[in-house]
Each structure stands twice: as C-alpha cells, then as structure tokens.
C-alpha cells in the first residue's frame, strides 16, 4: 500500500498564495506520475496540474500562469505552488500518484485531500 499525505491548504485571500505538499510513502518501487486534482462543492472532480518522474507537466487552463507543479524525487514529494489566488480556486485539492508495485502492477493511489478556500 501506499499513503499520500497532503498538507498546506488553508485560508488566503483573493489575489494571496499557498503552497501545497504530498508526501507519499509505503511499499512501491517507483511514483511514476504524480499531481493533484481538486473537487469543488457540487462540482466534479477535476485535474489541476500532473508532472511525470522526468518533470514533463501539464495543466488545467484555469491555472495555467498561476500555478507550478514540482517535485522532489528524492523525498517522494510532490508540490503545487499557487499564485494568484481567485475565489474560484476554492476547492478540496487532492494529491495522486501513479506507482509501480512490488509485483510490478501499476495502480493509482490518493489522499485524503485538504481544503483550499480563497475569500473575496
């Protein structure tokens, strides 16, 4: 199994910034992909930003120029610097990683997720 724990959400204003972190840990050989996805109220959840184990990224359009996905491959850590903040933004963010078990099956883990609001 492996754990995904999410941290740096909170409370920000508009225009404001917040760093979130997922640290992964557990029984794997490799984190392949790694991102984060976020789930508003009422809403579906939705892909926010990905970037591979070579550091190819990709992003939602919403939050392209504002955000920045990193990781360190080192710590199994995955980061979302976010910038600019709207109130739009507010959402649960969830963190996920693509891994490559001991028995060599891919499967896709999450966290539990933490709570982004941006106040207007």
């Known amino acids: 199994q492996v754990q995904l724990v999410e941290s740096g959400g909170g409370l920000v204003q508009a225009g404001g910034s917040l760093r979130l972190s997922c640290v992964g840990s557990g029984s794997f050989i490799t984190i392949n992909t790694m991102g984060w996805y976020r789930q508003a109220p009422g809403k579906q959840r939705e892909l926010v930003a990905i970037i591979t184990s070579g550091g190819s990224t990709n992003y939602a359009d919403s939050v392209k120029g504002r955000f920045t996905i990193s990781r360190d491959n080192a710590k199994n850590t995955v980061y979302l610097q976010m910038d600019t903040l709207e109130p739009e933004d507010t959402a649960v963010y969830f963190c996920?990683?693509?891994?490559?078990?001991?028995?060599?099956?891919?499967?896709?883990?999450w966290g539990q997720g933490t709570q982004v609001t941006v106040s207007s």
């Open positions: 996920t990683a693509g891994v490559t078990t001991p028995g060599l099956y891919l499967k896709d883990f």
